[in-house]
């Protein structure tokens, strides 16, 4: 059984926790029960059967929490930059495992857009002026 709250489409969880975490600076009640979810999700994932049932639920895990660290808007001011930083780099290097998490490539250009800045036609929008 699922744990509470997800459902078979990662990507669209990993856009929920977006979403959540906008509205946790006024309170992150919603976001962290979301995260402990995706957390519980994760594990059982990771549990099942089948060829890289693991590494699923460990890409799902890790986008789950790079993206809570991206966009949480409940996080203390110092430090911030570095934490993104840290956040980008994790997710760039999870880019070979997205696709585990569904979604089709164009959908998945969210995840591009958190690790590039800006995406256009699937790659970074590269400004000219």
Not at 28 to 54: C, I, P, R
Request: charge should be negative.
């Amino acid at each position: 059984e699922k744990a509470p709250q997800q459902h078979g489409d990662l990507l669209l969880d990993v856009l929920l926790v977006r979403g959540l975490c906008v509205l946790a600076a006024a309170d992150a009640t919603e976001l962290d029960a979301f995260l402990a979810s995706a957390a519980a999700h994760a594990e059982q994932l990771g549990q099942g059967g089948g060829e890289g049932a693991k590494g699923r639920g460990e890409a799902y895990a890790d986008a789950v929490q790079m993206v809570a660290k991206m966009y949480r808007s409940d996080q203390p001011e110092a430090g911030i930059p570095k934490q993104h930083a840290a956040a980008r780099t994790g997710l760039r290097a999870l880019q070979d495992r997205w696709a585990c998490l569904g979604g089709s490539e164009e959908q998945r250009g969210v995840l591009l857009e958190a690790v590039e800045g800006p995406v256009v036609c699937g790659a970074p929008e590269v400004n000219y002026d």
